[in-house]
């Protein structure tokens, strides 16, 4: 039953589950019905319990596939300006490569620090060890 008391359509929830991408609340909302309706559905059609799971697999594929181009037009971008130092964008690729956050602790990174763009058949680096302890306290 949908919010006035008008029984719901089997199919046209299952639209509203897949359109929504299997927020059921937002789904309850486009198709005019409480969530309780949509959960009651779930519980008695497999079709349904089957479109909510499947819309959401498919939704967090979609984020995963965007997250990838994503990533890619930032690393073509950081190729791109190599030869430029960039304070910003280091740090949120180093933020990126390495899964630091704010709150990730415990963590340590090796940089490595070249005097010159890399070239084939050069070894000169220096490496520079940080971890947590330094990060937090320079001195």
């Known amino acids: 039953m949908g919010t006035s008391g008008v029984p719901l359509d089997k199919n046209l929830i299952i639209k509203g589950i897949y359109d929504k991408k299997g927020i059921i609340e937002h789904a309850a909302k486009s198709i005019g019905c409480d969530t309780t309706s949509i959960y009651a559905?779930?519980?008695?059609?497999?079709?349904?319990?089957?479109?909510?799971?499947?819309?959401?697999q498919k939704a967090d594929q979609e984020r995963i596939d965007k997250r990838e181009v994503l990533k890619q037009k930032a690393y073509a971008s950081a190729e791109a300006n190599l030869d430029q130092f960039d304070g910003t964008m280091t740090i949120f690729l180093l933020k990126t490569l390495c899964g630091f956050t704010e709150n990730t602790r415990e963590q340590s990174i090796v940089l490595n620090l070249v005097d010159r763009p890399y070239n084939e058949g050069e070894e000169k680096l220096s490496t520079m060890s940080l971890n947590d302890q330094e990060l937090a306290d320079p001195a």
């Open 41 to 56: 559905w779930m519980r008695k059609d497999e079709d349904v319990e089957f479109a909510v799971k499947d819309a959401r």
